[in-house]
């Protein structure tokens, strides 16, 4: 009986434990003693198709519709961030704030965007990314410039690339994220 009893409290120990790292997969947070340094990995939901969209054009040039990249195109975004690619995944936060075409030769888009967080200790917590995003580029690298709550003074980087897009303009981009703050 007394292993019975023993092994039922390990296999509850083990259950809270495999729960508590499951919810927090996406971001890990590592005090260094002067410093915290947090990663972060979630996906961006662009959806500029159907009935919702997550990003509208706001603005645009009078020669952005005979520009190949768009140039002078300006979207307001309210896009969501989640754990997978999938849109059904766990929702972790919205990315809110703008981007537009700035590339007269290449798809080279200015991002001015918040990434606020809804999730665990991360909850009303938000970084600024203020950067050049070379949207062909398998990979692009962004700067992160501030933040808000636990990103209070951040500074990072913010490594991107696309999950998937559509002929639409819709995308799903997977963000890896480094953001160093104080302690």
């Given at each position: 009986m007394g292993k019975v009893v023993l092994l039922v409290i390990f296999a509850t120990i083990f259950t809270w434990v495999a729960r508590a790292q499951n919810q927090t997969s996406w971001a890990k947070r590592v005090d260094t003693g002067k410093e915290v340094v947090t990663t972060l990995q979630f996906y961006f939901?662009?959806?500029?198709?159907?009935?919702?969209?997550?990003?509208?054009?706001?603005?645009?040039?009078?020669?952005?519709?005979?520009?190949?990249?768009?140039?002078?195109?300006?979207?307001?975004?309210?896009?969501?961030?989640?754990?997978?690619?999938?849109?059904?995944?766990?929702?972790?936060?919205?990315?809110?704030?703008?981007?537009?075409?700035?590339?007269?030769?290449?798809?080279?888009?200015?991002?001015?965007?918040?990434?606020?967080?809804?999730?665990?200790i991360y909850q009303g917590s938000s970084f600024s990314l203020l950067s050049l995003n070379p949207a062909m580029n398998p990979v692009r690298e962004m700067a992160i410039v501030g933040g808000t709550g636990l990103f209070r003074l951040a500074r990072g980087y913010a490594l991107a690339q696309t999950y998937s897009a559509n002929s639409n303009g819709d995308a799903i981009v997977g963000y890896n994220v480094t953001i160093v703050t104080y302690v």
């Open positions: 939901h662009d959806k500029l198709s159907g009935s919702n969209p997550s990003a509208v054009q706001i603005a645009q040039a009078s020669g952005t519709n005979n520009s190949s990249t768009l140039f002078g195109a300006l979207l307001m975004i309210d896009d969501p961030l989640t754990i997978g690619p999938e849109p059904t995944s766990k929702l972790v936060g919205r990315a809110r704030g703008l981007y537009g075409s700035a590339g007269q030769t290449d798809m080279g888009l200015i991002m001015v965007v918040s990434y606020g967080f809804t999730d665990g």
